[in-house]
């Protein structure tokens, strides 16, 4: 006997079908994909995902959830978006709970997990152009697509660049502690690298306590910026100069600071300033200070334990980044790690600037603490 099934039941299967399709995109009559705009991103939510050093694992977890936009980029290039996607959302969850030292080897690892599992070709360094091929890397992870960033994600993608910026940063360190004939000086490479690592931190609570504790977000993304390029441009002369006997840097010649200068005088002036306010919770900014200096005195250190075990022509070329490092933090000192974030131009071109002369810097008066954007 044959059964026949209603009109209706029919209907409400072709619609049940409809509705459990994906609404990213679909394809209309003349075979142009229409993209969804209208998503919801999450925020890190640490009863959702939780934190491990088993990298697969957090990946595993952040990839369950959106925390990016870039709609056209997702619907062309997904294998990609998902790089982003997870990164953004295990580098606010690193943030969230207090694993922001190892951000480095996370985003790292996640790359290399990308590039094997795609197959796709690594980057053959070693022939002059290794930093613009890393950009070139990281750059496939974000959207080129302007209608993107006509969905107000420009806030999204500065945060991408400075987190792949960590990652540029962390490839060349990584480079340089993994070339055999540096077994000699391994150790001394993983101490500089650790210093730098609490440069970066109390830096950041630096700029938070400076605010307040609530640093706007651009703000932070713009000094992790800044941290990234200062400490590339840093490694890579030293990283050619290991790499090639006969390499020659094209690289300003930069001023050694005395102690007195780099770290007692610059500080003890930042030090009564933040004194001289009295506002309520001075406190915390001055003890974020003192431990920003002891951070960057322990860097210091470390570079200097470093130069001590090179030959004279790396010796050279690292002394000269070192300079060129104490430079680039006395303008921060100078600034009040200000500027970072969006200002107004007039603001802005207050400011010391990274090129200014030596001349410009011993003469240029810190602004006050309470300057405003």
Known sequence: MKHIIPVYMILALLTACSQSQPKTAEVVADDTVVVDTNYDLEEVDTTKVFWTDNFAQLFAQTQRHRYIGFPYFMNEHRDRWNVSNGIYGAYMLAKT????????????????????????????TGNGQDFAQMEQLVNQFRSQDSRDLNLDNEGQDKQLEAIYGIYISYYFQKQLSDMPENKAIAKSLENERLAWKQVVTTQRKLLRALNNGNAPS?????????????????????????????????????????????????????????????????????????????????????????????????????????????????????????????CSDAFSSSLLSDTCTYQQMYKYVPMKLDAQF
Do not use: C
């Open 218 to 342: 651009d703000a932070m993304t713009g000094l992790t910026k800044a941290q990234n390029s200062a400490k590339t441009k840093a490694d890579l002369d030293f990283y050619f100069s290991l790499k090639k006997p006969n390499y020659t840097t094209n690289d300003t010649l930069y001023e050694k600071l005395s102690d007195q200068y780099a770290y007692y005088d610059e500080y003890n002036v930042f030090i009564k300033d933040i004194k001289a306010t009295q506002e309520i919770g001075f406190g915390k900014k001055l003890q974020a200070l003192l431990n920003e200096q002891k951070a960057w005195m322990a860097y210091i250190y470390a570079r200097r334990v470093l130069s001590g075990k090179l030959n004279e022509k790396q010796e050279a070329l690292y002394d000269n980044a070192t300079n060129r490092l104490q430079k680039w933090h006395i303008v921060q000192l100078k600034n009040r790690l200000k500027g970072y974030g969006y």
């Open 97 to 124: 709970t207090g694993h922001y030292d190892v951000v480095d080897s996370m985003i790292g690892w996640r790359i290399d997990h990308y590039l094997a599992s795609t197959k796709a070709d690594r980057l053959k």
